[in-house]
């Protein structure tokens, strides 16, 4: 619901938007325009006649860290923004204005419990990148290492709050009154958001992240991951190795260093998918502020990156339907990647898949054959998203990061390679991981992996099934269900077991007696234990 302070800040984002001259873009929102005149009259506006771009910035700056990312988020498809706004909100990546380099050293002195300088022989008040969260300050290490310190913006966790609670406000309106506001599910996408951006302002947690990314990339040479200081790293400060790299946005450099840039292409995408299956721990905030390249080696250039506030992971079962529906993509197996949604309760149990089959080729058959530059991945993009509305295809929350993490992907390689055959690079990939998972060597690895609880339950099995025997000899055996016709059986099965152990004691009465007959001892007992014996199995004859 609207809070007050929901109100407040609500009014706060508009008060912006009219400062750059924005407030066009109130008009469009139901919600906030009848606000639309309450500040047009009052304080200083920036002329309308100033670049688009340049507004949009300033004010995304203004409005704060989740604003930031959003632009940021936006600057990496420059395929579906105007030149001039992609290139201003690429300014967002690593050129935010920073705080104050005094102050950040303060937020390091108070983190570690003394001065800096124990730990740094050198520290540089001025950064060498800002961005949204934080900004990274050059420094020295007693022992001659470079390294970079990354600091914490004061008041972040309050500010975000403070956003998150209008987005969750917003939310709620969208689920409750917007049409498609149950499928959308906004409120379980915003939850998902809050995890994420509240986990990136612990800056350990990066730190993990990093040391988990360096061992999944240990010898590779495709991608280079910094050494994290974990002795000198705190919730507001992350110490890592200094990386020395041409920024992947700098096309210049990059072809005059003779690069080859395909290759650089093809090793991001197939980084891509080995980190969403092979390793399941994906690098989610890839916009190329994070990104730089090592080209000692032209003609096999190594990534390097940085910032790993936020990963990504899927359960296994997410995983293994994108999988098979990516490469059902591949095959141009429509019937497959439609039954694939149905299977995974992505659309209603009761879509008929032979409309979906339909709906899926009309969108993605004529992006085949063709290279980056050839698609226009917006217009894709705006067709599934009415395939998806007319299916009542629910929105995956859990999802979400793994799909702005591909478009970015996709976004750079546009930059990068135009050319790019994404579905030829990344095809093979997904084949070979497919194998790994499924395949005959696969079963047996988690035969082996699995062997000791295996043998341990194999071990058990004589003792369950004689305490089982037991409990059903007796008649004590039973079943924790209520259903009538589990109350039957177990009462079937009880009198039953009830006859079997009477038909057990009349033949061994039988046998007894028979044997004392037979050797001339006790006859007369022997006579009578044949009798019982007898008249015990013809009772327990069922009738």
Not at 112 to 126: H, M, P, Q
Not at 182 to 207: F, H
Not at 243 to 260: E, F, P
Not at 507 to 531: C, E, K, N, P, R
Request: hydrophobic fraction near 40%; glycine fraction near 6%.
């Amino acid at each position: 619901m609207l809070t007050p302070a929901r109100i407040k800040r609500l009014i706060s984002i508009q008060r912006v938007l009219v400062k750059y001259s924005l407030d066009d873009l109130i008009a469009t929102s139901r919600l906030l325009r009848p606000l639309r005149f309450v500040f047009l009259f009052g304080g200083r506006r920036m002329d309308r006649d100033a670049p688009l771009g340049q507004r949009i910035r300033l004010a995304l700056e203004e409005l704060g860290p989740i604003f930031i990312k959003f632009g940021q988020a936006l600057s990496t498809r420059r395929d579906l923004l105007p030149p001039d706004i992609a290139a201003e909100l690429a300014k967002l990546q690593d050129q935010v204005p920073p705080f104050d380099g005094q102050l950040a050293r303060q937020i390091v002195n108070d983190a570690y419990g003394f001065d800096l300088s124990e730990v740094f022989a050198e520290f540089d008040d001025t950064p060498m990148a800002a961005a949204s969260i934080a900004q990274v300050h050059p420094a020295k290490l007693h022992d001659g290492t470079d390294v970079g310190v990354k600091v914490l913006r004061p008041g972040m966790r309050e500010r975000i709050r403070q956003d998150l609670e209008v987005m969750y406000a917003m939310a709620e309106l969208t689920q409750r009154y917007l049409p498609d506001g149950q499928r959308l599910r906004p409120v379980e996408v915003v939850s998902e958001y809050d995890k994420t951006i509240m986990d990136e302002l612990d800056l350990l947690r990066e730190a993990a992240n990093g040391s988990q990314l360096r061992r999944n990339f240990e010898g590779s040479t495709q991608l280079y991951v910094p050494e994290v200081y974990f002795d000198y790293s705190r919730v507001t400060v992350l110490v890592m190795e200094r990386i020395y790299g041409v920024h992947i946005s700098n096309m210049d450099a990059l072809k005059a260093a003779g690069t080859n840039i395909k290759r650089l292409a093809e090793n991001g995408v197939e980084i891509f998918f080995t980190q969403v299956f092979r390793h399941n721990f994906f690098h989610a905030d890839m916009h190329p502020g994070n990104i730089f390249v090592r080209t000692d080696d032209p003609e096999n250039p190594i990534y390097l990156s940085v910032d790993f506030g936020i990963i990504g992971t899927l359960n296994l079962k997410d995983q293994q339907y994108l999988a098979e529906n990516f490469l059902a993509f591949f095959d141009r197996d429509y019937h497959r990647v439609a039954q694939l949604h149905v299977d995974s309760g992505w659309v209603p149990p009761d879509t008929r898949v032979e409309e979906l089959e339909s709906a899926v080729r009309t969108v993605c058959e004529p992006i085949f054959n063709k290279p980056l530059a050839e698609i226009s991945f917006g217009t894709v993009l705006l067709r599934l998203f009415e395939t998806a509305r007319r299916f009542n295809m629910e929105v995956q929350p859990q999802l979400i990061l793994l799909q702005k993490t591909l478009l970015n992907i996709e976004g750079l390689g546009r930059d990068l390679y135009p050319e790019l055959d994404l579905f030829e690079t990344a095809q093979p990939i997904l084949r070979r991981w497919m194998e790994e998972r499924l395949g005959g060597r696969a079963v047996l690895n988690d035969f082996r992996t699995q062997w000791p609880e295996v043998r341990e339950t194999l071990r058990e099995l004589p003792t369950i099934a004689r305490r089982i025997s037991e409990q059903a000899s007796n008649g004590d055996f039973r079943l924790t269900m209520d259903s009538p016709q589990i109350v039957a059986l177990r009462d079937e099965m009880r009198q039953d077991n009830q006859r079997r152990y009477r038909v057990t004691l009349g033949i061994i009465a039988a046998a007894v007696g028979g044997f004392l007959v037979y050797t001339g001892q006790y006859v007369s007992v022997g006579w009578l234990l044949v009798g019982v014996g007898a008249a015990a199995v013809l009772l327990s004859r069922p009738r």
